[in-house]
């Protein structure tokens, strides 16, 4: 009986670990690396950026700190469930909702919605370390542009 309960026991606790794992590598402070990115089209952002990135339960919790292309500060935030729901984003002139879907423990995938429309579909992927995040942003941005842009971040 006792082997049953060490049993069961360590797979709980093997399942919780993992999970908190998983929740770490999203989570954190990630720096822009604008020498590991490409822009296409370009040109990309003058400044530093930053995004934050906090787990809420079932979720995960955006701010999004930057200079863009034009020189000039930017803001947006928006929190987000693994449910395939559209959650709206507030401070983005480049979309008023996306959704969040959490592809495995490494991976997840935010579709950027505008006036209802889908424009560009981002795929981050976390290193296993968690130290770097890689994201492909693809789609058409609002003025009509395709894009096609890969994104280094480090924490």
Known sequence: MSRRIFLLATI???FAVTESFAADVFS?????????SKYDPGPPPKGPN??????????LRFTN???NAEGKPTHNEWSGKFDGKDNPVKGD???????LRKIDEYTIEIVNKKDGKVTTTI?????????TRTQTVQGTNTQGVKVNNTIVYDK
């Open 12 to 14: 709980v606790l093997y």
């Open 28 to 36: 954190g402070n990630w720096k822009l690396n604008l020498a590991k």
């Open 93 to 99: 002139p480049n979309r008023d909702t996306a959704v």
């Open 65 to 67: 700190d930057g200079v």
């Open 50 to 59: 930053f995004r934050k990135i906090d787990a809420i339960e079932g979720g």
């Open 123 to 131: 795929r981050s992927v976390f290193s296993r370390d968690g130290k």
